[in-house]
């Protein structure tokens, strides 16, 4: 009880602070009243525990995998299961954690499987950085280097125990603060995602799946390009402020793949991380909001419109301009895009 009530603590104290990010965005100017404030915590708090209990049923430890995926020479993706994960957990780092706020000094016996023997595995890459993508979405990323010359590893088991939800688990991205206190500076506690799902080496390839379709980039670049303006719905990587974007309008790929949605229909918007693929919480856009404004996917970003790296969420994501009637709804953005399920009632 103890444990599960601190779990939702800690993940309220996320939201709060995405909340406090995303509220400065919006340009620091206009402060919400505290009314809307209240709203929004109780709101968010609603959200975590509904987050919390889905975690806990859907993602028990025996079926956490861990995928590995973006550029190498096969290009192939790799799965691990739990059980391959414990098989290659052999090394030990014992480190502070800057996560563990009742004792930050403490040193605790990480056992876990070293990044560099993953991507050994994984194959030869001229990608230069690897992005750690977590269960909720959020998500970190390492240059290659530091992850090839340090122990930096995914634990499975803290103090010979497996890691609660509460401490990051099932798997955490340890770094090995003690022995190389240089790393201390360089990787605080916000490069240490909780309930690890994916490592993206580089960045993907773009491949959305619309009804029967997959479209490539080339797809992309063939429809008519839009751009938005806006602050990105997500805190992770970008910027504060305005961000240029630049993409295909979801209705144009509708089109593209013929799709006709019937004007009582939706399309559920998925992404790599697994809160995208919550059946109880999807990011559905209506009919109406596809038709009367330019929700986009988006896959280039700045003045000189160069492709959204994995480090930013990319190389797709959901944008919505602000007179869309989610922008307000706070409907959020998805990052790592990879499908979009039209459903009709
Ligand atoms: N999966 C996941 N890992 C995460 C986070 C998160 O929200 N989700 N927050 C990061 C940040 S910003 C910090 S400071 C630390 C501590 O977050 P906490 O105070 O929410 O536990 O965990 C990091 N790892
Ligand atoms: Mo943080």
């Not at 909340?19 to 965005?25: A, E, H, S």
């Not at 009314?35 to 430890?61: D, F, G, P, Y």
């Not at 751009?227 to 144009?252: A, F, H």
């Not at 109880?280 to 988006?298: F, G, M, T």
């Amino acid at each position: 009880m103890a444990a599960a009530l601190r779990k939702v603590s800690t993940v309220n104290f996320f939201i709060t602070q995405l909340m406090t990010v995303t509220i400065c965005l919006s340009g620091c100017t206009d402060f919400p009243t505290n009314r809307q404030l209240e709203a929004w915590r109780s709101e968010a708090m609603t959200r975590n525990a509904q987050m919390v209990a889905t975690h806990s049923k859907q993602t028990e430890q025996l079926t956490w995998e861990l995928v590995i995926q973006g550029e190498s020479k096969t290009g192939k993706p790799l799965r691990f299961s739990w059980q391959q994960l414990q098989a290659l957990a052999t090394t030990h780092v014992k480190t502070s954690d800057p996560n563990h706020t009742s004792d930050i000094k403490e040193i605790l016996d990480f056992r876990g499987v070293l990044v560099s023997t993953l991507l050994d595995k994984f194959g030869k890459t001229d990608s230069t950085e690897v992005t750690f993508i977590a269960a909720d979405a959020f998500q970190a990323t390492i240059s290659l280097t530091d992850l090839r010359r340090y122990p930096i590893m995914i634990a499975v088991e803290r103090d010979g125990k497996e890691i609660s939800r509460s401490d990051g688990g099932p798997l955490y991205l340890v770094f090995p603060h003690t022995q190389y206190p240089e790393l201390q500076l360089k990787y605080t506690d916000k490069f240490w995602p909780y309930y690890v799902t994916h490592m993206i080496v580089g960045t993907e390839p773009i491949r959305v799946r619309v009804g029967g379709r997959e479209f490539n980039s080339a797809d992309f670049d063939n429809l008519p390009q839009v751009t938005l303006t806006e602050p990105v719905g997500y805190k992770m990587g970008w910027q504060s402020g305005k961000v240029r974007l630049q993409g295909v309008r979801v209705r144009d790929l509708l089109a593209s793949a013929g799709v006709k949605l019937p004007a009582n229909g939706s399309v559920i918007v998925q992404g790599t991380p697994l809160i995208y693929q919550d059946p109880k919480k999807p990011v559905r856009l209506s009919y109406q909001e596809i038709n009367n404004c330019d929700v986009l996917l988006a896959t280039r970003w700045g003045e000189n419109q160069q492709p959204i790296p994995a480090s930013l969420g990319g190389p797709v994501t959901l944008a919505f301009p602000s007179n869309c009637p989610s922008a307000s709804a706070e409907q959020p953005w998805v990052s790592f895009v990879d499908q979009l399920k039209v459903t009709t009632p």
